[in-house]
């Protein structure tokens, strides 16, 4: 994969996301390059989720710009931007899957309405794609009839439906075992390495950051910004934000022991609301 | 100042002292104890109830500046202790809200009206800008929904709407009867049950029952759908969830309404010769009267209305759904309001053809 590009990928930009009067972050700028695969990480309701939602066009940032391969995107007409969004595959937190539709019909629609398939071809790439989550042979299943686990792997099927460019994920291995939240992480290195898809993933699990992060960014839920850019084997070792260091070693800073010191309380003061 | 427990410290025991002796003791006057020790030594069994006790003595201390002996208590209970009281009381999380003055209160109403007018508008924008696209080809929906939805609001519900129009022609006939049997002219109770279900009856009891059925159900399907994420996931794709959702349910209940409409108009009238052949008319007269009584006019009146009852119902059902909030108790919410305003909207309308048709003498 060439990073020696020009372009960046993905391009943030002094993105300020809020609800209302309500800021979530504030001045977000940072780049993605092709074919890597991004994390977004932070604590419990720090606006990771609703950054992936700035980024996938659900959300309208407060300020701020997102361009993809250099093209605006914030900014766009309804036209250009579901032409940009073709290009995306998102995997949602709880996998969104059409309830009404079984798993091939769930995986078959965007081939069906984008492209120009015959039947036959559609129908085994959509056995491709399920298989490759491991879910062949439920085709004709529901969503309802099936666990959460499998959903979430049947939408990541749905998401993979078109080759996608930029692929998201919202906390994928949430919910899921140890053993399926690492074979999704293998899968997603895959998708990585065969197709060189750009990988953006919501999570807190440390091991997967760990596993497939090539650049994380982690959103700082006191300052209410970036509080830190870069590899996270580096970022916990050397970042000079404490509460990222503490993210990154499951709150065990340095030597001292998982319990905060000042108060002996094993739920420190990150997890407090800051005074404003 | 050492207080000794005793006994049974349980959430089920039959008498436990409330914290407030303790606040008693402090208050009797004299100078307030500097620490605070505790002797459990007698206590047979403790649960929560014992921790509560001792937090809240904790807390008394606090504000008298006493000092709140630990190191008295046994290992178990001073863990919990300490593990309530290590992380102080975080202040200002709520969100400040002061007592609100009756203006304030009709302030924050009108807000609310205007934004709810304002989404209403939009929803209605959105759609017809949905339907620019339809009519002009340019919309991507598909029509295996149209079909379905048709099936769900036209066919699965014929037979409610045939129990009720039949009984409602039954009602009618019988009201009619005791008034026009008097006088000797019973036969015109096939004027009373034609007109009062073509021009009013059939339109309205067919919207009471679609909104009942088919405006709640697209109002839960697609508040599930918005709280599911599966609204989001077809906006990620590039589609309009307006056209891919909205349209579908619309076209589908303003094609069916109608039908339904004119299917209950007859069963109302055979509910009605029913009943007047139960007493003694025979179904020439009834038919005969029924045919002079009845003309275009009157059937076009119940269609116009009909034709605008459908349309109400699946705005309100759409609308309430796509505004839905993200949990399930919102699902509830727009569930019910999709009927209410539903019905709501129907009657006034009614209203307002009333009004319009008796100026046209129609």
């Known amino acids: ?276 | 100042m050492c207080l000794r427990l005793a006994g049974h410290w349980t959430l089920g025991a039959v008498s436990r002292p409330s914290p407030t002796v303790v606040q008693e003791a402090f208050a009797k006057g004299g100078p307030l104890p500097t620490t605070l020790r505790f002797d459990l030594v007698d206590v047979t069994s403790y649960d929560t109830a014992l921790i509560t006790f001792l937090l809240k003595c904790h807390d008394f201390c606090a504000t008298t500046k006493t000092s709140f002996d630990f190191d008295s208590l046994p290992e178990g209970p001073r863990k919990l202790l300490h593990l309530a009281t290590s992380v102080s009381v975080v202040e200002d999380v709520r969100p400040h809200l002061p007592p609100q003055s009756f203006l304030t209160q009709i302030g924050v109403w009108a807000e609310s009206i205007a934004t709810e007018t304002v989404g209403i508008f939009r929803f209605l924008g959105d759609c017809t800008l949905a339907f620019g696209r339809f009519f002009t080809g340019q919309a991507r929906f598909r029509w295996s929904d149209v079909w379905l939805e048709m099936q769900h609001c036209g066919a699965d519900a014929l037979p409610i709407i045939t129990l009720i129009a039949f009984l409602m022609g039954l009602i009618l006939a019988y009201v009619g009867a005791i008034t026009l049997g008097h006088y000797g002219g019973l036969i015109f109770i096939a004027n009373l049950v034609g007109l009062a279900m073509v021009r009013e009856m059939a339109a309205m009891m067919t919207g009471i029952v679609m909104s009942g059925r088919t405006g709640a159900a697209f109002a839960a399907e697609l508040g599930t759908m918005k709280v599911s994420e599966e609204i989001s996931a077809l906006r990620t794709m590039g589609l309009s969830p307006i056209e891919y959702l909205v349209l579908p349910r619309m076209i589908a209940l303003f094609l069916m309404f109608p039908l339904l409409a004119l299917y209950s108009d007859f069963i109302g009238m055979f509910g009605g010769l029913v009943v007047g052949m139960s007493m003694g008319l025979s179904y020439s007269q009834y038919a005969q009267q029924l045919i002079s009584a009845v003309d275009l006019t009157n059937f076009s009146v119940g269609m116009i209305k009909s034709f605008v009852f459908g349309l109400i119902v699946a705005i309100t059902g759409c609308m309430r759904g796509m505004q839905c909030g993200n949990s399930s108790a919102s699902v509830g919410l727009a569930t019910t309001s999709a009927v209410v305003s539903g019905i709501t909207c129907m009657v006034v309308a009614d209203a307002v053809f009333a009004v319009i048709f008796n100026t046209l003498k129609m």
């Open chain 1, 1 to 276: 994969m060439s990073t020696t590009e020009t372009i960046p990928h993905i391009e943030v930009r002094n993105l300020s996301m809020a609800y209302g009067d309500y800021i979530v972050m504030r001045d977000l700028s940072f780049d993605i390059h092709r074919g890597e695969i991004f994390v977004i990480m932070g604590g419990s309701g720090c606006g990771k989720s609703t950054l992936l939602r700035h980024l996938t066009g659900l959300l309208h940032p407060a300020a701020g710009q997102i361009f993809y391969d250099g093209v605006e995107f914030t900014g766009a007409d309804d036209k250009d931007r579901n032409h940009m969004l073709r290009k995306f595959g998102v995997m949602f937190q709880g996998g969104a899957l059409w309830s009404s539709l079984t798993l091939a019909e769930n995986v078959a629609f965007p081939l069906e309405e984008f492209t120009d398939l015959p039947k036959e071809i559609i129908q085994e790439t959509v056995e491709l794609k399920l298989a490759l989550v491991g879910l062949r042979g439920y085709e004709e299943f529901y969503p309802s009839e099936i666990s959460g686990g499998m959903c979430k792997r049947a939408s990541l099927a749905r998401a993979m439906a078109l080759d996608p460019d930029f692929l998201f994920f919202d906390e994928p291995s949430a919910g899921l075992d140890p053993v399926s939240a690492r074979r999704l992480d293998e899968l997603i290195l895959q998708l990585r390495d065969s197709l060189g898809t750009t990988v953006v993933v919501v999570t807190h699990e440390l091991a997967s950051i760990f596993a497939i992060a090539d650049r994380a960014i982690y959103l700082d839920v006191a300052t209410r910004t970036m509080g830190g850019l870069g590899h996270p084997a580096d970022l916990r070792t050397q970042s000079t934000n404490e509460n990222l260091r503490l993210f990154l070693n499951r709150g065990m800073s340095g030597s001292q022991g998982p319990h905060d010191p000042a108060t002996g309380s094993p739920f420190a003061s990150t997890a407090v609301p800051q005074q404003r």
